[in-house]
């Protein structure tokens, strides 16, 4: 790799301040720290020293999303196949058919069921790698600044949020106001108190509601619905869900239809893992969340409803029902945008999991609560972290005041 050091050394003057090419220096650097460490060091005290930098940790987040990735092509291929079996279809209509049909439509094929839904998700993650990463260039290039890394981390999140069949160009429009509201507007990565990648889907969300809900949009194929098992507990409880055909361990492996990458828990759980093991992801909130889920459930349970079925789901069915798993492991633990404090972690997952079970429960129009959860928490999460601070000023304050006087006397 030495000439290819040599080579970016080589033509690093023409980026730099007075070069031909100055204006595109946020492009150079984000090539040459991508490909090589930084060489600058940090001359005055504090020191921190570390093996991971900015971009290594961004990296190990996108590496913990393959599973996801990995069944969002399987499985949205083996619905598409499932549903096209039932419907008695051959052949997949528009220009993704010239492709799909390589290796047939068998859904119990895993690697046609692969490849059919590679041609879903592949197609939405290059389009929002693009448009998003348009948008990064072009605000480091106005401000004079690198490019930031957090976006890797927000494509391949606010991707595996969709559904398979979303036109390409809301695509777009979702990841612009994600990465320009929710992110550039506040002075790019680090400086926004929103989770930019549940920014742009909520705008989706909100603005598009016929593409972003309802029975029409989880399976791949036009003219085929298929309700979520979420969707189908809102509207009859858990019988409605079996009548489905769908067990907990439906969900848990996640086989049936739903957002390209949130299907399945067992996926979530081994990028969880990864997280976990390397010290990215914080323990703290994903507690908080599952243990408000537990509470609220609970409790919910207890009151219980003639009219309203979500009231009786038991908590380990709301672990396994839409997104939940993906939003506690990926979307809540934004480094960012959640809270800061180890004691307003617990709180700020808290939060969550209460406000996620609340909206699902007691406002059934919104089934997929955790989305809005994660962001009503965004918004506290200042507000958590400076209670605790000020507890904590407070606690050393009187222990000090009693040190002193026990001291004086």
């Known amino acids: 790799m030495k000439w290819l050091r040599n080579h970016l050394d080589s033509i690093e003057p023409l980026f730099q301040r007075g070069g031909r090419l100055e204006k595109f220096y946020a492009l150079y650097e984000a090539a040459d720290t991508l490909l090589f460490s930084p060489p600058e060091t940090t001359r005055?005290?504090?020191?921190?020293?570390?093996?991971?930098?900015?971009?290594?940790?961004?990296?190990?987040?996108?590496?913990?999303?393959?599973?996801?990735?990995?069944?969002?092509?399987?499985?949205?291929?083996?619905q598409a196949n499932l549903a096209m079996a039932s419907m008695g279809l051959d052949q997949v209509e528009g220009w993704r058919g010239i492709f799909t049909g390589w290796f047939g439509y068998d859904p119990s094929n895993p690697f046609a069921n692969f490849w059919h839904g590679a041609w879903y998700f592949f197609p939405i993650y290059l389009t929002v790698f693009i448009t998003?990463?348009?948008?990064?260039?072009?605000?480091?290039?106005?401000?004079?600044?690198?490019?930031?890394?957090?976006f890797f981390v927000t494509s391949i999140l606010f991707s595996l949020t969709l559904p398979p069949d979303i036109p390409l160009w809301m695509v777009v429009l979702g990841v612009v106001?994600?990465?320009?509201?929710?992110?550039?507007?506040?002075?790019?990565?680090?400086?926004?108190?929103?989770?930019?990648?549940?920014?742009?889907?909520a705008f989706l969300y909100f603005a598009y509601p016929a593409a972003m809900s309802g029975n029409a949009v989880w399976t791949a194929v036009d003219g085929h619905t298929g309700a979520t098992a979420l969707g189908e507990a809102a509207a009859g409880g858990l019988e409605a869900v079996?009548?489905?055909?769908?067990?907990?361990?439906?969900?848990?492996?996640?086989?049936?239809?739903?957002?390209?990458?949130e299907t399945s828990t067992l996926a979530v759980l081994i990028g969880a893992g990864v997280l976990l093991y390397t010290r990215i992801a914080s323990w703290r909130i994903m507690v908080g969340v599952l243990a408000g889920t537990v509470v609220t459930s609970l409790l919910l349970n207890l009151i219980g409803s003639d009219t309203n079925p979500m009231f009786a789901i038991p908590f380990w069915w709301h672990f396994v029902m839409g997104g939940f798993a993906f939003g506690c492991v990926f979307m809540a633990t934004d480094p960012v945008s959640a809270s800061h404090t180890n004691t307003g972690r617990f709180w700020f997952g808290a939060l969550i999991g209460v406000m996620t079970v609340l909206i699902r429960v007691v406002n059934p129009a919104f089934p997929e609560g955790i989305m809005l959860?994660?962001?009503?928490?965004?918004?506290?999460?200042?507000?958590?972290?400076?209670?605790?601070?000020?507890?904590?000023?407070?606690?050393?304050?009187?222990?000090?005041?009693?040190?002193?006087?026990?001291?004086?006397?």
């Open 242 to 261: 079996a009548a489905l055909g769908y067990s907990w361990w439906d969900l848990f492996l996640g086989v049936v239809p739903g957002s390209l990458g």
């Open 177 to 201: 106001f994600g990465v320009v509201i929710g992110k550039e507007v506040f002075g790019g990565t680090g400086k926004n108190f929103l989770n930019p990648a549940l920014t742009g889907r």
């Open 44 to 78: 005055a005290a504090p020191h921190i020293r570390d093996a991971l930098d900015l971009k290594r940790v961004m990296a190990y987040v996108w590496l913990a999303t393959f599973p996801c990735i990995f069944m969002a092509c399987f499985n949205t291929g083996y």
């Open 132 to 150: 998003g990463g348009i948008c990064e260039v072009w605000f480091a290039i106005v401000r004079g600044h690198e490019v930031n890394e957090g």
């Open 373 to 409: 959860a994660i962001l009503f928490a965004n918004i506290f999460a200042p507000l958590i972290d400076y209670v605790v601070v000020q507890r904590n000023v407070k606690r050393r304050s009187a222990r000090l005041a009693t040190v002193t006087g026990g001291a004086s006397g």
